[in-house]
């Protein structure tokens, strides 16, 4: 990927954040075709290069269909939006930037109160284990915990437990390598959000004093209504302004 393309995208992606929204504001109604590209330039004010890559990305994600002889549809179900609209950690922080992700742990643990909870785990055995700092631009900008039950994954998308064990383990979390094995798949995220301090542990990984203030995010991953993974994203001041609206 070349140094700039990422900032090339910028504007399609906010693009594609607007045509979401008119779609949810009535302006163009779930159901409904959408106008020509021509048409949808000229009310959008953009250019047809842009719009054609956020109408490719509008259909990567499922928020329009595309039939020939009909053209462009609105879907009727919509994904939920911001941080329940499932991306990788490390592409909602690093948007423009450059992003790498740091291996801290690759283990299996035995199952811990959060992964029993929110995860459906065998009697006996052991859950996956991922622990990682994302940086941005070189700065620790988030600590990432993952947790999966490789039994329910490999039972409903055994492409994942195969990335898991390969090469991408080393640079990349965990929901990256599942959403990329479960494209297409009605995969779905739920998750809070709460004030805390960094503690000894997560202050030190992060280079930040243990009294440090952040912001924790808990993520549950599904495939239909069964939970895949469960994730805990720890982020300290400074790091970069993670998009998160209300979901409906």
């Known amino acids: 990927m070349a140094a700039g393309q990422p900032q090339r995208r910028r504007p399609v ?15 163009y109604p779930p159901g409904s075709t959408l ?16 719009l054609r890559e956020a109408l490719i990305l509008l259909q990567e994600d499922g928020v329009i269909t595309v039939r020939r002889g009909v053209g462009r549809t609105v879907s009727r179900h919509l994904p939920p939006r911001g941080f329940e609209f499932l991306k990788p950690v490390e592409q909602l922080l690093g948007e423009g930037r450059q992003t790498a992700t740091v291996p801290l ?32 631009d070189g700065v620790p900008a988030c600590l990432t915990q993952e947790w999966a039950a490789d039994e329910t994954v490999a039972e409903l998308l055994p492409d994942a437990v195969a990335a898991f064990d390969g090469a991408g383990a080393r640079t990349s979390s965990m ?31 992060l280079g930040r004093p243990a009294d440090t203030p952040g912001v924790l995010v808990t993520q549950v991953v599904r495939l239909d209504r069964t939970p895949l993974l469960a994730a805990k994203h720890m982020l300290p001041p400074g790091a970069p302004a993670l998009p998160v609206w209300q979901a409906r």
């Open 105 to 136: 742990a690759r283990t299996r643990e035995e199952p811990t109160d959060f992964s029993t909870q929110h995860l459906v785990l065998p009697a006996h055995g052991e859950v996956r284990f991922w622990e990682s700092v994302i940086e941005v």
């Open 35 to 50: 106008p020509t590209e021509p048409r949808l330039a000229a009310e959008l004010g953009v250019g047809r290069p842009a």
């Open 175 to 205: 929901l990256r390598l599942l959403l990329d094995a479960g494209r297409g798949l009605p995969l779905t995220g739920g998750s809070t959000i709460v004030a805390t301090t960094l503690g000894r542990q997560r202050g030190a990984q």
């Open 13 to 27: 992606v906010a693009l594609y954040e607007r045509m979401v929204e008119a779609i949810r504001a009535g302006t």
